[in-house]
């Protein structure tokens, strides 16, 4: 079947603009996370959602980031007036009976 | 709390030398861990898990609770497994957040 889908695969914005970027998770996994990773840097954790609720928002950077999640499934994580080093790729995973399954990610570019 | 700790952030080895990935953690429950792996332009990947205790691509770890670790273990190192790789770490009860270790980038040398 479809694996995790990552929306869009490659963001160019403007420093100062918002962003939206989008996760279609595994239908059916009820875990979803939001990570980052930054060029030659590893996995930073930024959000995991338990369906719908969000029990860990431990690694959101700053008031700029949010991320919500409707009816279990899709999620979006906003960034609001993006800043140059919000610059990485944004990697999204749904998660069964512990597996983590990946997307692909969105390559962020903030100009 | 859970912490994954990957000592190595870059470990270089020659092709057909033997490979260790160390993973230590720190969990006060019934720990489950991972290896994950990103093969360059490819997705992030489930190497293997403690539980299935199976041999994937050569590659075996053993998780040790007496001293924290599920390092990652290979006889005889390909060129093909250069990589970035990820150990992990949740809760084996379920519906826990599944921590991350920082990655060791495996560079294996002609």
């Known amino acids: 079947g479809a694996g995790v889908s990552q929306s869009p695969s490659n963001k160019v914005t403007e420093k100062g603009k918002d962003v939206e970027l989008r996760c279609d998770p595994i239908s059916g996994h009820t875990a979803l996370y939001w990570y980052r990773q930054s060029l030659g840097q590893g996995l930073e954790f930024l959000i995991y959602f338990q369906g719908n609720s969000a029990p860990d928002k431990s690694g959101l950077p700053s008031d700029r980031f949010s991320a919500e999640r409707t009816g279990g499934s899709v999620s979006t994580l906003t960034i609001q007036r993006t800043q140059q080093e919000d610059s990485a790729v944004y990697l999204c995973?749904?998660?069964?009976?512990?597996?983590?399954?990946f997307g692909p990610g969105t390559r962020l570019t903030v100009l | 709390a859970q912490r994954v700790t990957q000592p190595e952030k870059l470990l270089s080895v020659f092709k057909g030398a033997p490979v260790e990935l160390k993973c230590n953690y720190s969990?006060?429950?019934?720990?489950?861990l991972f290896w994950y792996v990103q093969y360059s332009r490819q997705r992030l990947q489930l190497l293997l898990r403690?539980?299935s205790r199976e041999s994937i691509k050569g590659f075996t770890a053993d998780l040790n609770k007496g001293e924290t670790s599920f390092h990652l273990k290979k006889p005889f190192a390909q060129e093909e497994d250069s990589a970035m790789y990820y150990c992990?770490?949740?809760?084996?009860?379920?519906?826990?957040?599944?921590?991350f270790g920082t990655g060791t980038k495996l560079q294996v040398i002609p």
């Open positions: 969990y006060s429950g019934s720990p489950e």
């Open positions: 995973a749904s998660s069964f009976h512990n597996e983590q399954f």
């Open positions: 992990a770490l949740t809760d084996s009860g379920g519906y826990q957040k599944v921590t």
């Open positions: 403690h539980i």
